[in-house]
């Protein structure tokens, strides 16, 4: 399991030599091993079906008790098929799409390492690992984005993605640290059965809103649903896998996934039932209002996954059953969808319906399965989709209170979803052939292959229902917590309100096509603070921070070293001296008792150097000043027995000494460029500095937070170390990374100065 969730990875680095070993057929080579995965993959269906869900350990960071567990049960095993049997296919896809391409390995590279994380998500038990799964998801989905990055819409369209989605990410974090706090463990297997405990805590709400707010995000969810269609700008092969199977269906699998925790709470039901609702109908109408085939597409997966949140959130068994079905019924047709509109795109060289028509003769098989796929999309029978749209139907029906609500919010966006699906059949293929950029050709076989297969699968899988039953059985009851009767799945059940649903929204869908041109704008107005508000908050967000960074780079980051330490001075003293009075934690007695003569005097030293190295207009009288200082503190550490530190800061003050020395002739004369008011102000800064950080060593010296390490130190210095110097060992072993520290620090001094004599030797005739 390791090896089949980490090999995306490992082979995404050989990408480059094997593009340069087998040329044009890249794609092909590649695809190899989501096809191996996936039959790996379908070998635990027998054993899945049966109900033997499987856990499968490997310890990872074993001292903190963070083992790298994988989940297989009906939920993570349907995704871990949908995820490699779709990406075969893609990989094929994007070898033919961009055959030639200078940067085709770069595109390769990604989707694998894309593939890899979504596995790794889906099928991940312990909760800091998905995390990190669903984190990388963003970064990889951002480097396909933004593969164009010749392009500003590229550039700006993967920026925008991964700030939402890893904004979002960071309120998952906390809300699954809070899940595994509450819960009582980090493992998903462990968490699941125990809902009722998790939701008496008086943290399960502060939980479940950031779990919402990362998964929201992620699935492109109103009003984070802006982000979606602006990916578009992501190469075809891209957007076929990331709508049809990967990183946007991430957000309801984690929904999916977390039901059996959250049902039966009312907040969790709600939100996402209108949520998705919102979402669902925004999605349906923007699609029927827009011209570009991949925006159609895109605005149809927000839709869908709108859909599949309320469905989630309405969680009975039937919605549970129709959100599965609906995932499968749409992963088949919208991969073979955007595959095609690819495919138009490679030909023609456009993607816009206006430009598009009459192509039905020279890309014969091209049009059928775009004809196919785009009926699974309305919801047209023998396709699979139309049983998933009888089931959601169903399920709006079960909803209790909301059915009224959710009923029309569906019908609505089933009509805008046939004109969408007329729109992308019809308008390219039918009426007088349109001159496009390119002569339209039929696209290779290898672009082909893809969508011809996914559309088939969803007309197969509508004539024979039963070839998905067990995995769709095992998924609902994974989602569900409990066991599940054998599914009715069929083309038809009789009369019933679900068909009259479907056939009202079939006609009125057929209607609006046909009206399209005069009733796309109004649509578009009527929904657009809906569908644009978001974005341009989002907008106005950026060009807000990008104020905020343009003015703190004037105020805090100008350039001026005294300005950084003045800023960095007066936070401290405001933070530190707010908490010890706040807290009325001065605690401290002046006493002189056992002061020694030369510690005076040494102090008295250190005092005139401060002074004199401030005050001086002479430059080397000023570094000899810094000088003595240095050597000042080194007497008082070995006044204090503290020899290797006495050593240590002699090593520095002299390289120090010197380097500044050397410095010195390539400095220009001394000026007095600030006014008396600026040195008076640094003075007093410096003065409460200095006084705040005295009251506070004072204060720290006669507090005692209990029993001290020396004790540890002295009992474990030989034992654990071997060692019966303890300074020593706490040098080397229990301080060890401190030291180094110290040692590189002393070596770039050395460096420095050796750099500096040397220019000057060289300097001199």
Known sequence: MLVAVLAGFVLACFVPRLSLLVGPHIGWCLALLPAALFTYFAGFLPEIVQGHNQVIDYPWIPSLGISLNFLVDGLSLMFALLITGIGTFILIYAGAYLKGHKDIHKLLMYLLAFMAAMLGLVLSSNLIALFVF????????????????????????ALQGL?????????????????????????LHE???????????????????????????????????????????????VSAYLHSATMVKAGVYLMARLQPVMAGNEAWTLTLTLIGALTMLVGGVMAVCSTDLKRILAFSTVMALGTLTMLIGIGTPGALLAAMVFLLAHALYKGALFMAAGTLDHSTGTKDVHDLGGLRGLMPQTAFFVGLAALALAGVPPLFGFIAKELMFEAALQAGALSGLLLVMAMLTAVCIVAAAALVAIKPFMGELKPTPKTPHEAPFAMRLGFSVLALGGLLLGLVPGLAEPLLRAAVRAIGGHPVAPLELALWHGFNLPLLFSGLALVAGVWLYRDWDRWREPLAGLIRPLAYGPERGYE???????RLADWQTRVLQNGYMTHYILTILV???????????????????LSFEGVRFYEVVVSLLMLVAVVYASATHLRLGSVAAIGALGFAMALIYVFFSAPDLAITQVLVETLTVILLVLVLFRLPGFQDLSSPWIRWRDALVAGAFG???????????????????????????????????????????FRALDTLGEIFVLALAAIGVNAMIRLRAEEQP
């Open 691 to 733: 006084v705040l950080i005295t009251l506070l060593v004072l204060t720290v010296n006669q507090s005692s937070l209990g029993g001290g390490i020396s004790r540890f130190l002295v009992e474990n210095s030989y034992v654990a170390a071997h060692g019966r110097n303890i300074v020593n060992v706490i040098l080397v072993d």
């Open 134 to 157: 669903w984190e990388l998801t963003s970064i990889t989905s951002y480097l396909l984005i933004g593969f164009n990055h010749e392009h500003d819409p590229a550039r700006k369209a």
């Open 163 to 187: 700030l939402v989605t890893v904004g979002g990410g960071l309120a998952l974090m906390a809300g699954l640290l809070l899940l595994g706090v509450i819960g009582g463990s980090f493992e």
């Open 540 to 546: 106005r967000m950026m060009e807000a921070l990008v």
């Open 571 to 589: 936070t401290t003293i405001g933070l530190l001296a707010y908490t010890l009075v706040s807290r009325d934690a001065f605690i401290y007695s």
């Open 191 to 237: 968490l699941l059965p125990r809902g009722d405990a998790l939701q008496a805590s008086p943290l399960f709400m502060a939980m479940m809103v950031l779990v919402l707010a990362g998964t929201f995000t992620k699935s492109a969810q109103t009003p984070f649903h802006f982000w979606l269609p602006n990916a578009m700008a992501a190469p075809t092969p």
